[in-house]
């Protein structure tokens, strides 16, 4: 927890030259403005003003003054730009000239679903594990749509390229306050995935788009394209962010039982919720292919199913996995947080489980089950209801 007077101190001690101030359109893009080190200060005080009418979805010209208000326990030093003359990286909330919460803000929406479930006695801890491809360039540095390699799942090099990219980028996660776990190449040619430790939902939705960032960043500067979209290449595996979720409450109650009751929530909204999880048209080329979920069930270890109870020596948690790497991962674990605490607050019980492939099963297995939404059309049709509109106004 650093006070601005840490932050100010540092800034003087670590020779930083620049200060990038960071925030998140309605899509989870990152965007920022820097400012030099005498204008810190006034950020802190009275915020950065910036044009928010040049931001897709947030305002028009006629009122598009809006105000970044740096978060200090969210600095970072950038590890690729100079050692001398560094550059650090915060976080911002966004607020109005009047110092009011901006509505649009992506954290914003986080914070508040954070502080709805802990005000209730719940904590959410949430871990994700990004799938990304890799791409050659072309002579003139434009992405191709040839893969970097052809190997497989978890093969070694020669045939996986890949390894000594997967280690710079955990370097990296690791010089950006980041604990990398694991990393292996996934099952598409080129398709990789590094799986960080799990943190409370904020930060693990600015660690989710900070390794974004890093993974696009290394990529480029091996000559090579990063690619987090849903479906790259048409036959082959989606790219995913599937959640992991654990919930630790300050009641006394029993921890599965608990999660039984948010698997239950999430199960009843998550076609309201799918617009968000899934943006893309080609989102929905994704799913119902390559162990990405097509109906809306659960399992024991069940990797076909849309939600999986994974086994495990540590604390419960669910896996859902259906989102994929375009979704906003502010809005996704706000929302996903939202249908939780409906099931565990209205004790809501979910289906028996399912332990059949649904991916390979008879139609007289999957006849009776639901399914998420086929199109981008149809999942924003379902996210035009109360749930969404009671969080998201």
């Given at each position: 927890?650093?006070?601005e007077?840490?932050?100010?101190?540092?800034i003087?001690?670590e020779?930083?030259?620049?200060?990038?101030?960071?925030?998140?359109?309605?899509?989870g893009?990152?965007?920022?403005?820097?400012?030099?080190?005498?204008q810190?200060?006034?950020?802190?005080?009275?915020?950065?003003?910036?044009d928010?009418?040049?931001?897709?979805?947030?305002?028009?010209p006629?009122?598009?003054?809006l105000f970044l208000?740096?978060?200090?326990?969210?600095?970072?030093?950038?590890?690729?730009?100079?050692?001398?003359?560094?550059?650090?990286?915060?976080?911002?909330?966004?607020k109005?000239?009047?110092?009011?919460p901006?509505?649009?803000?992506?954290?914003?929406?986080l914070?508040t679903?954070?502080?709805?479930?802990?005000?209730?006695?719940?904590?959410?801890?949430?871990g994700t594990?990004?799938?990304?491809?890799?791409?050659?360039?072309?002579?003139?540095?434009?992405?191709?749509?040839?893969?970097?390699?052809?190997?497989s799942?978890?093969?070694?090099?020669?045939?996986?390229?890949?390894?000594?990219?997967?280690?710079?980028?955990?370097?990296?996660?690791?010089?950006m306050?980041?604990?990398?776990?694991?990393?292996?190449?996934?099952e598409?040619?080129?398709?990789?995935?590094?799986?960080?430790?799990?943190?409370?939902?904020?930060?693990?939705?600015?660690?989710?788009?900070?390794?974004?960032?890093?993974?696009r960043?290394?990529?480029?500067?091996?000559g090579?394209?990063a690619?987090?979209?849903?479906?790259?290449?048409?036959?082959?595996?989606?790219?995913?962010?599937?959640?992991?979720?654990?919930?630790?409450n300050?009641?006394?109650?029993?921890d599965?039982?608990?999660?039984k009751?948010?698997?239950?929530?999430?199960?009843?909204?998550?076609?309201?919720?799918?617009?968000?999880?899934?943006?893309?048209?080609?989102?929905?080329?994704?799913?119902?292919?390559?162990?990405?979920?097509?109906?809306?069930?659960?399992g024991?270890g069940?990797?076909?199913?849309?939600?999986?109870?994974?086994?495990?020596?540590?604390?419960?948690?669910?896996e859902?996995?259906?989102?994929?790497?375009?979704?906003?991962?502010?809005l996704?674990?706000?929302?996903?947080?939202?249908?939780?605490?409906?099931?565990?607050k209205?004790?809501?019980?979910?289906?028996?489980?399912?332990e059949?492939?649904?991916?390979?099963?008879?139609?007289?297995?999957?006849?009776?089950?639901?399914?998420?939404?086929?199109?981008?059309?149809?999942?924003?049709?379902?996210?035009?209801?109360?749930?969404?509109?009671?969080?998201f106004?």
């Amino acid at each position: 927890m650093y006070t601005e007077q840490d932050i100010l101190d540092f800034i003087q001690d670590e020779d930083v030259k620049f200060i990038r101030l960071a925030f998140f359109d309605l899509a989870g893009k990152q965007k920022n403005i820097s400012i030099m080190p005498n204008q810190l200060q006034r950020a802190f005080r009275d915020g950065i003003s910036f044009d928010a009418s040049g931001i897709e979805g947030f305002e028009s010209p006629d009122k598009s003054d809006l105000f970044l208000h740096p978060d200090p326990d969210t600095i970072t030093i950038i590890p690729w730009r100079p050692s001398t003359g560094k550059v650090v990286r915060m976080f911002c909330d966004i607020k109005y000239p009047d110092g009011r919460p901006y509505e649009k803000d992506s954290r914003y929406l986080l914070k508040t679903a954070v502080k709805y479930a802990k005000d209730a006695g719940y904590d959410f801890m949430i871990g994700t594990e990004m799938e990304f491809y890799l791409f050659t360039l072309d002579e003139n540095g434009n992405p191709t749509k040839t893969t970097f390699d052809n190997a497989s799942y978890m093969d070694i090099a020669p045939e996986d390229k890949g390894e000594n990219i997967r280690r710079d980028i955990c370097f990296t996660l690791e010089q950006m306050g980041i604990t990398p776990e694991a990393s292996h190449h996934e099952e598409g040619p080129g398709q990789n995935e590094i799986d960080f430790h799990y943190a409370d939902a904020l930060t693990t939705a600015d660690n989710t788009s900070t390794f974004k960032w890093i993974v696009r960043t290394k990529a480029t500067a091996n000559g090579l394209h990063a690619d987090f979209s849903p479906k790259p290449i048409d036959g082959k595996p989606g790219n995913g962010m599937h959640i992991n979720i654990s919930i630790r409450n300050s009641k006394g109650e029993d921890d599965a039982e608990t999660l039984k009751y948010a698997l239950a929530g999430i199960l009843e909204h998550i076609e309201e919720m799918t617009y968000f999880l899934n943006p893309l048209e080609e989102s929905y080329r994704r799913l119902g292919s390559s162990k990405a979920p097509k109906y809306i069930s659960w399992g024991k270890g069940n990797r076909s199913q849309l939600i999986r109870i994974p086994e495990s020596k540590e604390e419960p948690r669910l896996e859902l996995r259906s989102p994929d790497a375009a979704a906003n991962p502010y809005l996704a674990y706000a929302l996903v947080i939202y249908a939780a605490m409906d099931g565990i607050k209205n004790k809501l019980t979910p289906p028996p489980a399912n332990e059949e492939d649904l991916f390979s099963a008879a139609e007289t297995v999957t006849v009776g089950l639901k399914k998420l939404p086929r199109s981008l059309e149809d999942a924003r049709h379902k996210a035009d209801c109360d749930f969404i509109k009671k969080i998201f106004g």
